[in-house]
């Protein structure tokens, strides 16, 4: 078993399939849980951060929310992940309630150093392959990878596409941990999927 991290993001398949899954790969050691939702009304989206709540605390993973700084003050999670199109790092570190876990996005050493700078927790990084959860992410080269991974002491989650066969030496070796959707949440075999990323 290696000591790389792994981070599960919900997405867009039926609600209720994701929590079937949750239920079972939870258990077996997942870093984080984020709820990445775009498109949902406040009372549904709320009520299915309501029942990853319960879960998360079940089973100790944090649970982070995407985007929301609204959500997050409302709702009992741990944490929020900010992306370059969302309120700077700076702020919310400033307004949070203490201990809020804050993760953020880099394509960029420059942009890394920043959110480090100004209290993230962790990066993700990516993205490394095409991903059918967000069609349009930027994608990184090996090399932007090793340069960020130069220029910061948090922990880095590498994102995009990634399957435990796609996992190549340059990335396994920058980064704790890999941020994963579709590889495990749309998997007929999401146990096994998980414990292959635990056995890269
Ligand atoms: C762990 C992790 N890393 C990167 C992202 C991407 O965040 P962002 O750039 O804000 O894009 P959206 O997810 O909001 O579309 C992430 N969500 N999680
Ligand atoms: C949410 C997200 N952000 C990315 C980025 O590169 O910023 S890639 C991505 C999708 C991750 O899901 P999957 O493992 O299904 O590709
Ligand atoms: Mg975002």
């Given at each position: 078993m290696n000591t790389k991290k792994i981070y599960l993001i919900t997405n867009s398949n039926p609600f209720d399939q994701q929590l079937k899954i949750l239920k079972k790969v939870l258990p077996l050691g997942i870093e984080y849980l984020q709820y990445r939702?775009?498109?949902?009304s406040w009372e549904q989206a709320l009520d299915e951060i309501h029942q990853l709540s319960i879960l998360c605390n079940l089973f100790e993973v944090p649970l982070i929310i995407n985007d929301r700084l609204d959500v997050v003050t409302i709702t009992d999670c741990q944490g929020i992940h900010l992306g370059e199109?969302?309120?700077?790092v700076k702020y919310v570190r400033r307004i949070?309630?203490?201990?809020?876990i804050i993760g953020a996005t880099a394509k960029t050493p420059e942009r890394a150093q920043l959110c480090e700078n100004a209290g993230a927790d962790y990066l993700g990084v990516g993205a490394f392959y095409q991903s059918s959860t967000k069609c349009n992410a930027k994608l990184i080269s090996h090399e932007t990878l090793k340069q960020i991974r130069a220029s910061v002491k948090i922990p880095i989650f590498g994102i995009g596409g990634l399957t435990p066969s796609n996992i190549t030496e340059d990335i396994y070796e920058h980064v704790d941990g890999f941020a994963v959707s579709d590889a495990i949440l749309?998997?007929?075999?999401p146990v096994t999927v998980v414990k292959n990323f635990k056995a890269l």
């Amino acid at each position: 078993m290696n000591t790389k991290k792994i981070y599960l993001i919900t997405n867009s398949n039926p609600f209720d399939q994701q929590l079937k899954i949750l239920k079972k790969v939870l258990p077996l050691g997942i870093e984080y849980l984020q709820y990445r939702q775009k498109s949902l009304s406040w009372e549904q989206a709320l009520d299915e951060i309501h029942q990853l709540s319960i879960l998360c605390n079940l089973f100790e993973v944090p649970l982070i929310i995407n985007d929301r700084l609204d959500v997050v003050t409302i709702t009992d999670c741990q944490g929020i992940h900010l992306g370059e199109d969302d309120l700077p790092v700076k702020y919310v570190r400033r307004i949070a309630r203490p201990n809020l876990i804050i993760g953020a996005t880099a394509k960029t050493p420059e942009r890394a150093q920043l959110c480090e700078n100004a209290g993230a927790d962790y990066l993700g990084v990516g993205a490394f392959y095409q991903s059918s959860t967000k069609c349009n992410a930027k994608l990184i080269s090996h090399e932007t990878l090793k340069q960020i991974r130069a220029s910061v002491k948090i922990p880095i989650f590498g994102i995009g596409g990634l399957t435990p066969s796609n996992i190549t030496e340059d990335i396994y070796e920058h980064v704790d941990g890999f941020a994963v959707s579709d590889a495990i949440l749309s998997n007929a075999d999401p146990v096994t999927v998980v414990k292959n990323f635990k056995a890269l």
